[in-house]
C-alpha cells in the first residue's frame, strides 16, 4: 500500500461527500470520528490561530478503506488499519511536516502508529488513555425508586457544576478551563443533551449526557456526586438515557468505560451493554529524550 493512496484536503464537506458512508456504515466503531468531525463541521474547521483541520480519506479498489482528521488541537483521529497501512500514513504524514500532539484509535491501531510515529518523525510518545467501547445490546434496566427526567433551562446551574465535578474527577483540565472561562458552548458539553435521574421527592441525583450523529448515540459522560454512589442511580439514569435513544430511533447506542473500574463495568453489562473494542491514546513530545 503505497502513500499516495491517501487523499488528503482542509475541505470537510467534500471529505464527508466521499467518506460519510463509510463512517456511517460502522456507527459504533466509527462514533468518536463522527463526534468528532460533526463537531468541526458544525463550528468551523478552523482553529484561533488561523490553523485547518485536516482530512483524509485512504482508498482501494474504489472503496474507502480508512479516515483520519487532525484537528487544530492537534488531535490526531484514525480508524483501525493495519501496522502496514499505519506506517506508510506515518511516513505520509512526517514528509508533511505535521506535528500532533497525540493520536487516538483503537488499541491496535494507536500503538502502531505511535512506534511508527517514533521513526519517522522523532517524537517520543507516553500512552495516556485507554478506554473500552460498549454497544447497547438488549436493554435490562434497573428499578431504584425515582424516575428519570430531560433537564430545561433552569436546571442550568447543576448541570453546569456536576459537568465541572465530572472533569475534575477525571483530570480533562481543558473542559475545566473553558467552562470556568464561561465558554460553555466550546467546551464538549455544549452540544450535549441532558437527564436527570431523580429521587420520588424530585431532588436530581445522578446525570446522564448524550450526543446524537449519523443514527449513532453516544452516552458520555454518566455522573453521580460521590456522596450518592452505590445506590444504582448511575445505572438508572444510563437506562433511561439509552431507552429515550432507542424511541427515538438511535441505530446504535454507546458508551465508553474505564478498563481500571471493574464497578462501572459490570453495572453497563447488566443493563444490557456489550463490549465492542477498545481504544486508547498515546501523546507525542517533540525534540525530548523517549519516555519510559
Not at 434497573?142 to 442550568?156: A, C, N, Q, S, T
Not at 452505590?230 to 424511541?247: D, K, N, P
Request: aromatic share 8%; hydrophobic share 40%.
Amino acid at each position: 500500500m503505497t502513500p499516495d493512496s491517501w487523499h488528503l484536503t482542509h475541505d470537510v464537506d467534500d471529505f464527508l461527500a466521499r467518506a460519510g458512508d463509510f463512517l456511517r456504515s460502522r456507527p459504533a466503531l466509527h462514533n468518536t470520528p463522527l463526534t468528532d468531525i460533526e463537531k468541526l463541521r458544525a463550528h468551523g474547521p478552523t482553529g484561533p490561530d488561523g490553523e485547518s483541520a485536516l482530512f483524509g480519506r485512504l482508498e482501494s479498489e474504489g472503496r474507502v478503506r480508512a479516515i483520519l482528521y487532525l484537528t487544530p488541537r492537534g488531535r490526531l483521529g484514525l480508524t483501525p488499519l493495519s501496522p502496514e497501512r499505519t506506517d506508510a500514513l506515518a511516513a505520509r504524514l512526517g514528509s508533511l511536516g505535521l506535528s500532533p500532539a497525540h493520536v487516538i484509535a483503537d488499541l491496535g491501531t494507536a500503538g502502531a502508529f505511535a512506534e511508527s510515529w517514533q521513526r519517522h518523525a522523532g517524537a517520543a510518545s507516553r500512552p495516556f488513555w485507554r478506554t473500552h467501547l460498549y454497544r447497547l445490546g438488549t436493554l435490562t434496566p434497573p428499578r431504584p425508586e425515582g424516575r428519570g427526567r430531560v433537564v430545561d433551562g433552569g436546571d442550568r446551574d447543576q448541570v453546569v457544576r456536576w459537568c465541572r465535578e465530572f472533569c475534575a474527577d477525571v483530570g480533562e483540565q481543558s473542559s475545566i478551563d473553558l467552562i470556568d472561562a464561561g465558554a460553555w458552548d466550546e467546551s464538549r458539553f455544549g452540544d450535549r443533551h441532558f437527564i436527570f435521574w431523580e429521587t420520588p421527592d424530585g431532588t436530581p441525583v445522578s446525570m446522564a449526557t448524550t450526543s446524537l450523529v449519523g443514527g449513532m448515540v453516544r452516552v458520555d459522560p454518566v455522573y453521580t456526586p460521590a456522596r450518592l454512589r452505590g445506590r444504582g442511580y448511575a445505572g438508572a439514569v444510563t437506562a433511561e438515557a439509552s431507552r429515550a435513544a432507542l424511541a427515538a430511533g438511535a441505530t446504535d447506542v454507546v458508551l465508553f468505560t474505564d478498563p481500571d473500574n471493574p464497578t462501572s463495568n459490570a453495572l453497563y453489562r447488566r443493563i444490557g451493554y456489550v463490549h465492542v473494542a477498545d481504544f486508547a491514546g498515546h501523546a507525542f513530545s517533540y525534540g525530548a529524550p523517549q519516555a519510559g
